[in-house]
Each structure stands twice: as C-alpha cells, then as structure tokens.
T-cell receptor
Framework: AQSVAQPEDQVNVAEGNPLTVKCTYSVSGNPYLFWYVQYPNRGLQFLLKYITGDNLVKGSYGFEAEFNKSQTSFHLKKPSALVSDSALYFCAVRAENFNKFYFGSGTKLNVKP | NAGVTQTPKFQVLKTGQSMTLQCAQDMNHNSMYWYRQDPGMGLRLIYYSASEGTTDKGEVPNGYNVSRLNKREFSLRLESAAPSQTSVYFC???????????FGSGTRLTVV
C-alpha cells in the first residue's frame, strides 16, 4: 500500500526564521516525491520533486526538501520564512510503477510578521 | 494561458440532482485525474485516465462516473448527488514519466 503522512496540521513560524514541514511516506519500490503549495481558493502549484540523485532538491520560491531513504521522509525546508509563504502545503508520492499519486492531508503554514 | 480549465467554479445542488463537472487541458497530456479535497483529509483520488480511451477507479469512486471524451477532456458525473459529496473537486493532468501534476483551479460543490 502507498501512503503519505504529514504529522502536523499546522506549523507556526516567525518571519525570517527557518521552517520545516514534515512528510513521511510508504511505497512499494522506488518513490517519486513531490511538494505542492495551495493558496486560498486556488489549485495546487508544484514546488519541487525528488526522482533520483542528490538527496537535497531545490525548488521554487527558495524552498528545498531533503530525501531520507532510511527514515522514509521528505521534509520541506526554507532557511528564512516570508509572510507570503503562508499557505497549505501537500506532500505527494508516486511509486515507480504506478500512474497515480497519493497525497498527505496537508499542513497549514502560518508565517507571522 | 495553457493549463487545466475546470467548469463550473461553483455549484449548489439539491440532494438527488445530477451534474457533470467539466475538465479540459491544452498541454497534450496523456493522463488526467479527478480528486476531491476535504478538510483534514487532503486530496483523495476519485478516478483517473492513464490515456485516451481508458479510465480506472481511485480511492473513492462510489457515486461518481467519468468519461474521457478525447485526449483533452475528462468529465466527472454525479448521477444522484448526496450531501457527502459536498467538496472541492480538482482536475489534474500529467505528461507522464517523472512529471508531476498540473491542477485546475477547482470546483466548489455544495449539496443541500
């Protein structure tokens, strides 16, 4: 079975501080991992993905994510948060031989000025 | 602008009514998907179409039907709407391979 867990419903961080949004996964075979962001009343937008290679991947808007195979995690990070980063973040996984993605329940990121 | 277009954006239905949600993409993607988004539950896959002429059930297909009309269009039909189908519905498409999804802006459906 394939699944994604985002253990935190909400993450609060002050502007300028580093942020981490957590994601763990379970798949059969090699995972393809994605992060998406959703702003209010909008569709989901692609942030970054891990397919293979370097465990640290960089994406849009200064975000990055670290793939950790032993811990089956793919945490989203940013060195310095902005108020405009406040949004809903989704982690998604696809197994290598499947055509569909599974999404986590989402984490609401609140960045306070 | 290229992308995924969903219609309508908002809809209110009475219990038992039927309706079709429309989705079209102009990126020549092979695969198309319908998801529903509910608070605290993330996105759940309703149906998907890996390629033109094929459709498959996802996690929550009950109460829905789909049609892949052609490569561009993938519609979702509610034959007899129920309050449990109140949700935000997202259509997405994907080129294939290592690519991720491109999402539409969503349809907010309320069943009363």
């Amino acid at each position: 079975a394939q699944s994604v867990a985002q253990p935190e419903d909400q993450v609060n961080v002050a502007e300028g501080n580093p942020l981490t949004v957590k994601c763990t996964y379970s798949v059969s075979g090699n995972p393809y991992l994605f992060w998406y962001v959703q702003y209010p009343n909008r569709g989901l937008q692609f942030l970054l993905k891990y397919i293979t290679g370097d465990n640290l991947v960089k994406g849009s808007y200064g975000f990055e994510a670290e793939f950790n195979k032993s811990q089956t995690s793919f945490h989203l990070k940013k060195p310095s948060a902005l108020v405009s980063d406040s949004a809903l973040y989704f982690c998604a996984v696809r197994a290598e031989n499947f055509n569909k993605f599974y999404f986590g329940s989402g984490t609401k990121l609140n960045v306070k000025p | 602008n290229a992308g995924v277009t969903q219609t309508p954006k908002f809809q209110v239905l009475k219990t038992g009514q039927s309706m079709t949600l429309q989705c079209a993409q102009d990126m020549n993607h092979n695969s198309m998907y319908w998801y529903r988004q509910d608070p605290g539950m993330g996105l759940r896959l309703i149906y998907y179409s890996a390629s033109e002429g094929t459709t498959d059930k996802g996690e929550v297909p009950n109460g829905y039907n789909v049609s892949r009309l052609n490569k561009r269009e993938f519609s979702l039909r509610l034959e007899s709407a129920a309050p449990s189908q109140t949700s935000v519905y997202f259509c997405a498409s994907r080129e294939g391979g290592y690519y991720g999804y491109t999402f539409g802006s969503g349809t907010r459906l309320t069943v009363v």
